[in-house]
C-alpha cells in the first residue's frame, strides 16, 4: 500500500538502541560479542560508501542513528556493518548473508536490488528488509523508500538557467549523464529539464546514458566533448560515474572556462573545489537517503516496522538543492526559493515520468530516458 509520509520529525528520538531487538531473526543467528544491541547490515553495488554519493548519504544514516561518525566508527563490527558487491550476481547471495546472519534490518542501497530482495524475502517472510530507490517490491516484510527526485531536480535545473541568463550566455546548452536508465534515473533528467525550460523554454538540451554506476572515465569523455560543443552546465545523476563530469569542469574552470557541474544526492560541493576557495559544482541535489533511512531503524527499533512505501519530497525535506558556492546570487536563491514554495503550494506540477513530460509544451522528444 502507498503511503506518502511527511517525515519533517523522523529523526526525533534517535540514539543507540542498546537492548532492543524487534525483528524475528533467524534460528541461531548469533551477534558480535559482547553486543546485544540492534543491528544492520547496508549493501551496496560496486562502488561502495564512497562513491561520496547516494551509497555515502545511507552510510551516513546509519552511523547517525548509532552515534558514530564517518572517522570514529566505533559500534562497526558489532551493530552495523556493510557489504559491498563487485558484481550484480553477487547481490543474491549478499542478501542470504545478511539473512543468514540474522540481521535485525538488512537495508539495499538502490533500485538495482530489487529482485534479489523479492526473491530472498519471499523466503524469508520473518526477516525485515529495507530498500531504497524502488516501490515494486510490494511484500509485507519489505519496506521501501522512494524519493520525489523530479521536484528537486526541478530546482537544480531551474538554478542553472537562471545562471546562465546571469552570465549572459547566448542560447545555452544543458546537459544530462546518467547511470543505468530507468523509472528512478528518469525522475532525475525529467524535473532537470523542465527546471530549465521553465527559465529558459527553449534551451537545447541533451543526455547521454554510462549505463553504468562504476565508469568515470566514460562521464568524463561525453563531458568533455558537451563543453567542447557549447553545454554550459552537466548535471549528472550516475553514481561514481558522474565523479568524471565533475573531474572534467574542475579542469576546465582551472582553464578559464565557464562551465560548471551540478551534483547529486550528497552535497559535492568539496568534490568540485579547483582551488582554495572555488567550487566547479554549482549546485548538488541533495536527496535525503538519511532521512529514509532513519525511518527504516526507528521502525525496527519502536517495534513499528512493516511493509509499505513511503516517498521523501519538498514537503517532507526529502530532496533539496544547495546554496555553498558563492557563485550563486541572492537573487538566484530568491527566484528558486520562490519555485520550491509553489512546488509545495501545489502551485507548480512536475511530471515524474517520461510519459507524461512528453506531453509538455516545449519538452523535447528525442532524450534518452526510460519509464522502466
Same mark, same amino acid.
Given at each position: 500500500?502507498?503511503?506518502?509520509?511527511?517525515?519533517?520529525?523522523?529523526?526525533? #528520538?534517535?540514539?543507540?538502541?542498546?537492548?532492543?531487538?524487534?525483528?524475528?531473526?533467524?534460528?541461531?543467528?548469533?551477534?558480535?560479542?559482547?553486543?546485544?544491541?540492534?543491528?544492520?547490515?547496508?549493501?551496496?553495488?560496486?562502488?561502495?560508501?564512497?562513491?561520496?554519493?547516494?551509497?555515502?548519504?545511507?552510510?551516513?544514516?546509519?552511523?547517525?542513528?548509532?552515534?558514530?561518525?564517518?572517522?570514529?566508527?566505533?559500534?562497526?563490527?558489532?551493530?552495523?556493518?556493510?557489504?559491498?558487491?563487485?558484481?550484480?550476481?553477487?547481490?543474491?547471495?549478499?542478501?542470504?548473508?545478511?539473512?543468514?546472519?540474522?540481521?535485525?534490518?538488512?537495508?539495499?542501497?538502490?533500485?538495482?536490488?530489487?529482485?534479489?530482495?523479492?526473491?530472498?524475502?519471499?523466503?524469508?517472510?520473518?526477516?525485515?528488509?529495507?530498500?531504497?530507490?524502488?516501490?515494486?517490491?510490494?511484500?509485507?516484510?519489505?519496506?521501501?523508500?522512494?524519493?520525489?527526485?523530479?521536484? #528537486?531536480?526541478?530546482?537544480?535545473?531551474?538554478?542553472?538557467?537562471?545562471?546562465?541568463?546571469?552570465? #549572459?550566455?547566448?542560447?545555452?546548452?544543458?546537459?544530462? !549523464?546518467? @547511470?543505468?536508465?530507468?523509472?528512478?534515473?528518469?525522475?532525475?533528467?525529467?524535473?532537470?529539464?523542465?527546471?530549465?525550460?521553465?527559465?529558459?523554454?527553449?534551451?537545447?538540451?541533451?543526455?547521454?546514458?554510462?549505463?553504468?554506476?562504476?565508469?568515470?572515465?566514460?562521464?568524463?569523455?561525453?563531458?568533455?566533448?558537451?563543453?567542447?560543443?557549447?553545454?554550459?552546465?552537466?548535471?549528472?545523476?550516475?553514481?561514481?560515474?558522474?565523479?568524471?563530469? !565533475?573531474?572534467?569542469?574542475?579542469?576546465?574552470?582551472?582553464?578559464?572556462?565557464?562551465?560548471?557541474?551540478?551534483?547529486?544526492?550528497?552535497?559535492?560541493?568539496?568534490?568540485?573545489?579547483?582551488?582554495?576557495?572555488?567550487?566547479?559544482?554549482?549546485?548538488?541535489?541533495?536527496?535525503?537517503?538519511?532521512? @529514509?533511512?532513519?525511518?527504516?531503524?526507528?521502525?525496527?527499533?519502536?517495534?513499528?516496522?512493516? #511493509?509499505?512505501? !513511503?516517498?521523501?519530497?519538498?514537503?517532507?525535506?526529502?530532496?533539496?538543492?544547495?546554496?555553498?558556492?558563492?557563485?550563486?546570487?541572492?537573487?538566484?536563491?530568491?527566484?528558486?526559493?520562490?519555485?520550491?514554495?509553489?512546488?509545495?503550494?501545489?502551485?507548480?506540477?512536475?511530471?515524474?515520468?517520461?510519459?507524461?513530460?512528453?506531453?509538455?509544451?516545449?519538452?523535447?522528444?528525442?532524450?534518452?530516458?526510460?519509464?522502466?
Amino acid at each position: 500500500m502507498m503511503k506518502k509520509v511527511l517525515l519533517l520529525a523522523v529523526c526525533t #528520538g534517535l540514539g543507540m538502541a542498546a537492548t532492543i531487538s524487534c525483528a524475528k531473526k533467524q534460528e541461531g543467528a548469533a551477534k558480535a560479542p559482547g553486543y546485544s544491541g540492534m543491528t544492520v547490515r547496508l549493501l551496496t553495488d560496486a562502488t561502495g560508501i564512497d562513491d561520496k554519493s547516494f551509497n555515502a548519504a545511507s552510510w551516513r544514516g546509519i552511523l547517525e542513528f548509532y552515534g558514530d561518525t564517518w572517522n570514529s566508527t566505533k559500534l562497526r563490527g558489532q551493530a552495523y556493518d556493510v557489504v559491498t558487491a563487485q558484481t550484480q550476481d553477487m547481490y543474491v547471495p549478499n542478501v542470504r548473508q545478511a539473512t543468514d546472519e540474522g540481521y535485525d534490518l538488512i537495508v539495499a542501497s538502490g533500485f538495482t536490488f530489487v529482485n534479489a530482495i523479492r526473491e530472498v524475502a519471499l523466503e524469508y517472510p520473518n526477516q525485515n528488509y529495507m530498500i531504497i530507490d524502488i516501490n515494486e517490491v510490494n511484500l509485507p516484510n519489505v519496506l521501501e523508500v522512494i524519493f520525489a527526485e523530479h521536484e #528537486g531536480s526541478y530546482l537544480v535545473g531551474a538554478i542553472a538557467a537562471h545562471k546562465a541568463l546571469a552570465d #549572459g550566455i547566448a542560447n545555452p546548452k544543458f546537459g544530462f !549523464i546518467g @547511470g543505468v536508465p530507468g523509472v528512478v534515473i528518469t525522475k532525475f533528467e525529467v524535473g532537470f529539464v523542465q527546471g530549465v525550460l521553465s527559465v529558459i523554454p527553449d534551451a537545447e538540451i541533451v543526455d547521454y546514458y554510462v549505463n553504468n554506476w562504476g565508469d568515470p572515465a566514460s562521464a568524463k569523455t561525453q563531458a568533455k566533448t558537451w563543453y567542447d560543443s557549447g553545454v554550459y552546465a552537466i548535471y549528472s545523476a550516475a553514481g561514481g560515474s558522474g565523479n568524471g563530469t !565533475i573531474a572534467q569542469v574542475k579542469e576546465y574552470r582551472l582553464q578559464g572556462k565557464n562551465v560548471w557541474a551540478i551534483g547529486v544526492d550528497s552535497d559535492q560541493h568539496d568534490e568540485g573545489l579547483y582551488n582554495a576557495t572555488e567550487s566547479a559544482v554549482l549546485t548538488s541535489m541533495i536527496k535525503f537517503v538519511e532521512t @529514509g533511512m532513519l525511518y527504516g531503524l526507528n521502525a525496527i527499533k519502536n517495534s513499528s516496522f512493516r #511493509g509499505e512505501v !513511503i516517498t521523501l519530497d519538498l514537503r517532507a525535506n526529502g530532496v533539496g538543492y544547495t546554496t555553498r558556492n558563492s557563485a550563486l546570487t541572492q537573487d538566484i536563491k530568491d527566484k528558486v526559493e520562490e519555485t520550491k514554495r509553489r512546488i509545495i503550494a501545489g502551485e507548480v506540477q512536475v511530471a515524474a515520468s517520461h510519459e507524461q513530460a512528453k506531453l509538455l509544451p516545449g519538452f523535447p522528444q528525442n532524450l534518452s530516458a526510460k519509464d522502466n
